[in-house]
């Protein structure tokens, strides 16, 4: 890709560019080995931390440093030790996000908390959307890590994501606001480049996503490549 050699950096999507279902996109060596090492993943993964991601990549064949992987979830709870450090969280994801909150010195409650935070939570229900959204009624300010409503599972089936979980409070609540902080929000995108020290102008972005990757690049100047299947054959889409 002639793109790769006019970039001072390459921001890489995970699911759908890189990997899909557990396994490694016949594409995928190819892309890290063109940017020459100078490169970020930022994804919108809102149920693992980086130390896991760079473990699947590293199981798969594909050996990234977990200081290059720019994660929703882990964003999210970044900004918020950041706004408002030491709140009192509210949060629906994973154990390891909440233990990760916990270590930026976040209180983890369900009791008065001043932030409800949604990732994925495979543990989603009827009593977290209440808990949920009393929390925010009642106050808290409410992030979202992305607005992601599903993705597609190896076998093609809908498997339900963040925003579905989002909305679901949502539509408790009624339109409150709100903060998102994944693609095609700025915030992964500028990480990504503090990662590698390169500027919109110089910085190319991979992704199979034009609704997140596409438009997220596109808002803060970045170029952006498309690349997956089209119509069943591997296929580059710039």
Known sequence: MHEFHDADGVLFDLDGTLVSGGKVLPWAH?????????????????????????????????????????????????????DMPGARLLIAASRSLQDYATDLGLEVTDVEPDVVLIGRDRAFSYDKIRTLSNAVLAGAQLVVCNPDKTHPAADGSVVPETGALAASVLACTG????????????????????????????????????ETDGKGAAGVGIRFVRVGFEHGEEDWLP
């Open 175 to 210: 339109p409150v606001p709100h903060h998102v902080i994944g693609k095609p929000q700025p915030g992964l995108f500028l990480s990504g480049m503090a990662l590698i020290g390169s500027t919109p102008t110089r910085t190319l972005m991979v992704g199979d996503n034009p």
């Open 30 to 82: 190819g892309l890290i080995e063109q940017s020459r090492g100078r490169f970020a993943i930022v994804t919108n993964d809102a149920e693992h931390t980086a130390v896991q991601i760079a473990a699947l990549l590293q199981s798969l064949g594909i050996p990234v440093s977990q200081d290059r992987i720019v994660a929703a979830g882990m964003e999210a709870l970044r900004q918020v030790s950041v």
